[in-house]
């Protein structure tokens, strides 16, 4: 075993020097200290992982169960990515988007079969309208939610600092591209948010200024008409349609695929119904937010000065 260990300690140092020379760094820059707390957090992780190993060669010479030993392999360590508040505010989104899409698009292609199916399951085109009216109420009300979510709680105001586009993510892009087309065997690094979804949060929002603005004057068009000319309203019936076609295509093609359908995820991710993410998924997709996640725990691991004391 401690072959074993010092060979794996030797891979990992290997491992962080190359690190190092990849990022075009000089030997005589980096921070020795630095250096050897990086390789104290690689000796935690170390001994981790031995004892992980340990434990599966003690469950294969007990003869334990498939059922113990798989749940030993897969022991790995989880991450939180979405809140219960924020997984609650999906469902309630997802929902009502379904509700819309499901008896809105029958509207923009009356012609079509499906659509005389959907509307006599419904049973006929006034319930359809007042179901449709019901996923719209859902739509505000998480909007709304959402809106004073990001205003008055600390973790909606940080995430709404982490979501506006930056100039990084225009480079991330173009280094995605570089990756993909084989120019380059280095993929960009992302943070609590990459450049999709951030592209996904904003088309979302958008979506429902659009959506709920337009829907609200075609909901109380009568009201609308006595202070707004007719033009107006037929200005918002078109954008509610195109609007409402693209934000469906939108979700079917690029959400559904980036979250559920890729290769990588296929058949489903749980981060929305689970909240957590693990730590391969973080070091694939939010590797920098992952290294943020151990200097903080390496900051709170010190031992605390005189200072440090008396300001908390």
């Known amino acids: 075993m401690a ?8 891979a990992l140092r290997r491992s962080l020097l190359q690190r190092l020379a990849d990022r075009d760094l000089p030997r005589e820059l980096v921070d020795e200290e630095r250096l050897g707390e990086i390789a104290s957090e690689l000796d935690a992780s170390l001994d981790q992982m031995v004892a992980r190993q ?17 749940k030993a392999v897969e022991k790995e360590e ?5 809140s219960l508040n924020l997984r609650l505010q999906h469902v309630i989104m997802l929902t009502s988007v379904l509700i819309l899409i499901v008896t809105g ?10 659509s005389h199916f959907i509307m006599e399951f419904f049973g006929g ?3 359809s309208a007042i179901i449709h009216r019901v996923g719209a109420t859902g739509l505000i009300f998480v909007g709304v939610y959402h809106l004073l979510y990001t205003v008055l709680a600390k973790a909606g105001r940080r995430d709404f600092v982490l979501l506006l586009p930056k100039l990084q993510d225009l480079k991330d892009y173009i280094q995605q591209i570089k990756y993909f087309l084989g120019r380059t065997n280095k993929k960009a690094k992302f943070g609590r948010f990459s450049y999709i979804e951030k592209f996904d949060y904003w088309a979302v929002y958008w979506g429902m200024v659009i959506m709920i603005g337009s829907g609200s004057l075609l909901w109380f068009e009568n009201i609308a008409l006595r202070v707004l000319p007719k033009f107006i309203l037929d200005i918002a019936k078109e954008a509610h349609s195109d609007e409402a076609l693209l934000a469906t295509l939108a979700i079917i093609i690029w ?8 290769p990588h995820k296929f058949p489903m991710s749980k981060i929305w119904i689970t909240g957590k993410i693990s730590k391969h998924e973080m070091l694939e997709e939010h590797y920098l937010e992952y290294e943020e996640i151990l200097r903080q725990r390496a900051g709170d691991s010190q031992p605390k000065t005189q200072a440090d004391k008396a300001q908390s």
Do not use: G, M, T
């Open 3 to 10: 072959d074993f260990k010092q060979e794996l300690r030797e």
């Open 54 to 70: 340990e434990e599966i060669l003690q469950a294969v010479s007990e003869q334990a169960p498939p059922e113990a030993l798989e």
């Open 78 to 82: 989880y991450f939180s990515r979405l």
């Open 105 to 114: 698009l029958p509207l923009k292609f009356h012609d079509a079969k499906f």
């Open 125 to 127: 085109i006034s319930n």
């Open 255 to 262: 959400h559904f695929y980036n979250v559920h359908l890729n």
